[in-house]
């Protein structure tokens, strides 16, 4: 995934990385097929991946302009469930409370962005009380999977100030992007020279993480730079995310790291919403949703010794 639109380094290293990473396991002895949901406010779920034992799947169908909502669960197409089948129960993961059940009563839609979304509503009731469904993006709040699987927290970390490899990856994918904004739109005022880009420390807006602390662990930052100009009233903004991991003592190593160009109203910037994270064959995948403005979609990423690789991008909602 990128912070933004467009959607819209040794073996021996390398080894070590592989087995930790499979130390995250929680089980991975299960039953093969099972599908993943994410929980609205609401009480909507919308499925959007299927596991059938050796990789992942799309399901269900994208939001469009209008939908045919079927009459009940059993009129649901076979074509949109994955091969585990319809489901009518669904285990809510919803750290740090206990997993527990949710009843599907029916299909429905809702507003999805600009767009009409088919999902399950469900017997779930929220601690408050949901906002107007004109809000997007939509509150979520959980990742819900059938059959029972087990799901890892992804861990939500104070922002505090960006370790020095951070700061590294984050100023050589800003300068990329510049080169990038100058081939594409010419010099402009606006745009900060490199002396200044160079010596503004980015701010943590988010860090999330997943592992053992004193182990492997893999972690997700969100950054950004603000650089006001006299000669424009919205200043303009860097805005980068991307994984880094840590084997043991050693110093965050970059898995991936983008950055994009905005203004001060951020459009076209995606900003994460952390689910959940599996371990299934010794491989780790990272479940969450990214969002914007007038854009939201639902992903699955693994996470490998050197990259990280996107399984699932699944739409949820668009202007």
Not at 72 to 79: A, E, G, I, M, Q
Request: glycine content about 8%.
């Amino acid at each position: 995934m990128v912070p933004g639109r467009p959607l819209a380094r040794l073996l021996a290293g390398a080894t070590i990385v592989t087995i930790a990473l499979g130390a995250l396991a929680l089980a991975d002895d299960r039953a093969p097929g099972f599908s993943v949901a994410v929980l609205r406010r609401d009480g909507l779920l919308i499925p959007f991946a299927d596991y059938d034992g050796k990789r992942w799947r799309r399901i269900w169908p994208d939001p469009a302009d209008r939908v045919d909502v079927p009459i009940d669960l059993r009129n649901v197409p076979s074509k949109w469930w994955g091969r585990s089948g319809p489901h009518d129960n669904w285990q809510l993961w919803q750290p740090p409370r206990e997993p527990r059940l949710l009843h599907v009563r029916q299909p429905n839609w809702v507003k999805a962005q600009c767009r009409q979304q088919i999902g399950l509503q469900t017997d779930y009731r929220p601690d408050i009380p949901p906002p107007p469904p004109q809000v997007q993006p939509y509150p979520k709040d959980g990742l819900a999977v059938a059959p029972p699987q087990p799901v890892e927290a992804i861990e939500v970390l104070p922002p505090g100030s960006p370790p020095e490899p951070v700061i590294d990856a984050f100023n050589d994918a800003e300068g990329a992007a510049m080169r990038d904004e100058l081939a594409q739109n010419g010099p402009t005022a606006a745009l900060p020279e490199t002396r200044v880009r160079e010596r503004t420390m980015p701010k943590v807006e988010a860090i999330y993480a997943v592992g053992d602390p004193v182990d492997t662990r893999v972690y997700y930052f969100e950054l950004s730079k603000t650089y006001t100009d006299e000669r424009r009233e919205c200043a303009v903004v860097a805005f980068g995310a991307g994984w880094f991991v840590r084997e043991r003592m050693s110093p965050l190593r970059r898995l991936r790291f983008d950055v994009s160009i905005g203004d001060c109203e951020r459009y076209g910037f995606l900003y994460m919403l952390p689910l959940g994270a599996m371990q299934l064959s010794n491989k780790l995948f990272w479940i969450a949703q990214w969002s914007g403005w007038d854009y939201e979609e639902y992903g699955i990423v693994e996470i490998k010794p050197k990259e990280i690789e996107d399984v699932v991008r699944a739409a949820g909602g668009q202007c």
